[in-house]
T-cell receptor, first 114, second 113 residues
Framework: AQSVTQPDIHITVSEGASLELRCNYS??????LFWYVQSPGQGLQLLLK??????LVQGIKGFEAEFKRSQSSFNLRKPSVHWSDAAEYFC????????????FGTGTRLQVFP | DADVTQTPRNRITKTGKRIMLECSQT?????MYWYRQDPGLGLRLIYY???????NKGEISDGYSVSRQAQAKFSLSLESAIPNQTALYFC????????????FGPGTRLLVL
């Protein structure tokens, strides 16, 4: 069965610092991969997704993620964090032929200090 | 106006009561989903629907039922609410036009006393 692991429950960074949120998945083939962000009191918003092709994908709000098949990882990065990036971030995977069943990680809460 | 709306946004109810959470969408998507979010557990799929006549159970459907009244409306019911159904509930939509991306509503926070 598929699974997603986000090993960091809570991360704190200073504004302007770089950010990397980790995501590891377990799946027999290459899955579809997603990163969503949930701001306080809001629903989930898609940051970026990977289906195939270039393993470095660009998303909204200056985020990017890199798919590494050898490490079963899809880490999210941002070179310079803004205070408005404080939120909870979820990695999710779906099977290529069963994209309706998104499996979510447990989330990483990002706190940004001025 | 939001593309995916959920009502109510907050609800407090008592054990044993029947409640309904509603979801409406203006995106024209065929597929709709209900998830629940619990702290430390992420989101888990309760039910999903490909169209009005196609309803499917998700990972945690026990204690819940759904109704797809129209393409744009998908309701989640708790027939007899219990305290461990206290959670944040999200509706989502997708279809081929969204390239398999699911779009989420703002959520309904439910407290069962």
């Amino acid at each position: 069965a598929q699974s997603v692991t986000q090993p960091d429950i809570h991360i704190t960074v200073s504004e302007g610092a770089s950010l990397e949120l980790r995501c590891n998945y377990s799946y027999g083939a290459t899955p579809y991969l997603f990163w969503y962000v949930q701001s306080p009191g809001q629903g989930l918003q898609l940051l970026l997704k990977y289906f195939s092709g270039d393993t470095l994908v660009q998303g909204i709000k200056g985020f990017e993620a890199e798919f590494k098949r050898s490490q079963s990882s899809f880490n999210l990065r941002k070179p310079s964090v803004h205070w408005s990036d404080a939120a909870e971030y979820f990695c999710a995977v779906a099977e290529i032929y069963n994209t309706d069943k998104l499996i979510f990680g447990t989330g990483t809460r990002l706190q940004v200090f001025p | 106006d939001a593309d995916v709306t959920q009502t109510p946004r907050n609800r407090i109810t008592k054990t044993g009561k029947r409640i309904m959470l509603e979801c409406s969408q203006t995106k024209g998507h065929d597929r709709m989903y209900w998830y629940r979010q619990d702290p430390g557990l992420g989101l888990r799929l309760i039910y999903y629907s490909f169209d009005v006549k196609d309803i499917n159970k998700g990972e945690i459907s026990d204690g819940y039922s759904v109704s797809r009244q129209a393409q744009a409306k998908f309701s989640l019911s708790l027939e007899s609410a219990i305290p461990n159904q206290t959670a944040l509930y999200f509706c989502a939509t997708s279809d081929f036009s969204s390239e398999e991306t699911q779009y989420f509503g703002p959520g309904t926070r439910l407290l069962v006393l």
